[in-house]
């Protein structure tokens, strides 16, 4: 199981951004999908996470109205849309996998299969 995070990049508040994990070696619709992020000095925190079937759960009050996470099964993919953008967003975004027989958690600890980061900077 590998899964690998792109998309990260300077942006200025208010901006846009979508990241992308793109899963090998599984069928990533069989998993729940996380997107985490640490800032610097700070624990890694969820963000949210998408179940197999599509049901989103947010982790982060902050981000709720302004990102949304979606999957393309097709692709092996599962996407975080990040909108409005916010000098407290700047961090490394990590996605990360859990069979989905376990059901989904915002607790990094359950998660089984981790990505490396993509580095998010919201610029004020």
């Known amino acids: 199981v590998q899964l690998q995070a792109s998309g990260g990049s300077l942006v200025q508040t208010g901006g846009s951004l979508r990241l992308s994990c793109a899963g090998s070696?599984?069928?990533?619709?069989?998993?729940?999908i996380g997107w985490y992020r640490q800032a610097s000095g700070k624990e890694r925190e969820g963000v949210l996470w998408i179940s197999g079937s599509g049901d989103n759960t947010y982790c982060a009050d902050s981000v709720k109205g302004r990102f949304t996470i979606s999957r393309d099964n097709a692709r092996n993919t599962v996407f975080l849309q990040m909108n409005s953008l916010e000098p407290e967003d700047t961090a490394v975004y990590y996605c990360?996998?859990?069979?989905?027989?376990?059901?989904?958690?915002?607790?990094?600890?359950?998660?089984?299969?981790w990505g490396k980061g993509t580095l998010v900077t919201v610029s004020s």
């Open positions: 990360a996998a859990r069979d989905s027989m376990y059901g989904g958690s915002c607790r990094t600890y359950d998660m089984a299969y």
């Open positions: 070696g599984f069928t990533l619709r069989y998993y729940n």
